[in-house]
T-cell receptor, first 114, second 114 residues
Framework: GENVEQHPSTLSVQEGDSAVIKCTYS??????FPWYKQELGKRPQLIID?????GEKKDQRIAVTLNKTAKHFSLHITETQPEDSAVYFC?????????????FGTGTSLTVIP | DTGVSQNPRHKITKRGQNVTFRCDPI?????LYWYRQTLGQGPEFLTY????????KSRLLSDRFSAERPKGSFSTLEIQRTEQGDSAMYLC????????????FGNGTRLTVT
C-alpha cells in the first residue's frame, strides 16, 4: 500500500514569514494530493489540493507543488498569520479504480508567533 | 448545517463493553469512509463504502470492528469488547464518486475506554 511521510512534525515561524511542509509518497499510482488543516478539537478541513497532471497550484497565500518523478509534494504558506496555527496533514490517493483510499501523513504542528 | 454529522461527540465506556457510532454523510455523497485518529497522528483508514457496498477494509481492523451502511445513506461503526487501545477519535468522511473528490470530514466521535 501507499506510505506517506511528512516533515517536519513541528514548525514555528514568526508572523509574516513563510512556512513549508514537505511530504513524500511511495505509490506511483497516487494521483491526487489534498492538504488538510486541523485546529484543536475540530475536524480536518481541506485547504488546497493538486492533481497529478499539475505541477503547482496557488490559492492566495497557500500554494502546493508536486514533483511526480521524485514522488514528493509540498505546502507553502506565505505571510503567515497567527490564525494559520494548526496541524496540517498531507494525503495521497489513487482516484482511479475502486480503491480510493486516502493515505495521510503524520501531521505538522505549525505555530505562528505574533 | 449540511456537513457530515457524527454522533455521539464523546463516548466513555468500560473495557469489554460494546459501542456504536453513527455517521450521516453529506446527502449527495455516495462514498463514506471511517478513519481513526490518535494524538499526534494522521487519520488512519479503517473502512470505505460506495453506496451500501463495503468495498475495502483495513487489514489493521480487528474482527471486533464492524461497519454497516444498510441503505447507502448513514453508516454505523460498532466496536465489540472494547479495549483501552481502542481509545481514539473516530472520524467519518464522505465524498463524491466522480473525479478527484476530496474527503469532507465530520467532527468525529472521541472514544475513551476506561
Amino acid at each position: 500500500g501507499e506510505n506517506v511521510e511528512q516533515h517536519p512534525s513541528t514548525l514555528s515561524v514568526q508572523e509574516g514569514d513563510s512556512a513549508v511542509i514537505k511530504c513524500t509518497y511511495s505509490d506511483s499510482a497516487s494521483n491526487y494530493f489534498p492538504w488538510y488543516k486541523q485546529e484543536l478539537g475540530k475536524r480536518p478541513q481541506l485547504i488546497i489540493d493538486i492533481r497529478s497532471n499539475v505541477g503547482e497550484k496557488k490559492d492566495q497565500r497557500i500554494a502546493v507543488t508536486l514533483n511526480k518523478t521524485a514522488k514528493h509534494f509540498s505546502l507553502h504558506i506565505t505571510e503567515t498569520q497567527p490564525e494559520d496555527s494548526a496541524v496540517y496533514f498531507c494525503a495521497a490517493a489513487n482516484m482511479k479504480g475502486t480503491g480510493n483510499q486516502f493515505y495521510f501523513g503524520t501531521g505538522t504542528s505549525l505555530t505562528v508567533i505574533p | 448545517d449540511t456537513g457530515v454529522s457524527q454522533n455521539p461527540r464523546h463516548k466513555i465506556t468500560k473495557r469489554g463493553q460494546n459501542v456504536t457510532f453513527r455517521c450521516d454523510p453529506i446527502s449527495e455523497h455516495n462514498r463514506l469512509y471511517w478513519y481513526r485518529q490518535t494524538l499526534g497522528q494522521g487519520p488512519e483508514f479503517l473502512t470505505y463504502f460506495q453506496n451500501e457496498a463495503q468495498l475495502e477494509k483495513s487489514r489493521l481492523l480487528s474482527d471486533r470492528f464492524s461497519a454497516e451502511r444498510p441503505k447507502g445513506s448513514f453508516s454505523t461503526l460498532e466496536i465489540q469488547r472494547t479495549e483501552q487501545g481502542d481509545s481514539a477519535m473516530y472520524l467519518c468522511a464522505s465524498s463524491f464518486t466522480l473525479g478527484n473528490s476530496p474527503l469532507h470530514f465530520g467532527n468525529g466521535t472521541r472514544l475513551t475506554v476506561t
